[in-house]
């Protein structure tokens, strides 16, 4: 039986405690593994026609390529923004132990 490849997400939340609330849920569900929530960064961005500027938070989800689609799904959900960004990318070259953590999943 393979493993399933590891997968990293990615989104940015307007602030530390919906990133944290959010993170919680996904970990706690079993959709991620971790969430590492990296501090307060600046954000210039292109939205309904004109350039903005902000603080945000962002965050790394850890999850695996079984679960990507669900995760993302929830995250969605979750998110205060109406149409977050949220980007996944598998990650094949991964240690067999961070593998084997992220693979356990089962969401």
């Known amino acids: 039986m393979s493993v399933p490849v590891p997968v990293l997400i990615w989104c940015p939340f307007p602030d530390t405690d919906s990133a944290k609330a959010a993170a919680r849920v996904l ?38 390529a079984d679960l990507r689609e669900s995760c993302i799904e929830r995250l969605r959900g979750l998110h205060p923004y109406e149409e977050p ?11 067999p132990a961070t593998m084997a953590w992220l693979g356990a999943l089962k969401g």
């Open 85 to 95: 960004a949220i980007l996944g990318w598998e990650c094949p070259l991964s240690l």
């Open 27 to 64: 970990v706690e569900g079993g959709l991620a593994a971790c969430a590492n929530i990296l501090p307060a960064m600046e954000s210039v961005y292109a939205c309904q026609g004109a350039v903005h500027e902000g603080a945000e938070v962002g965050v790394l989800f850890k999850t695996n």
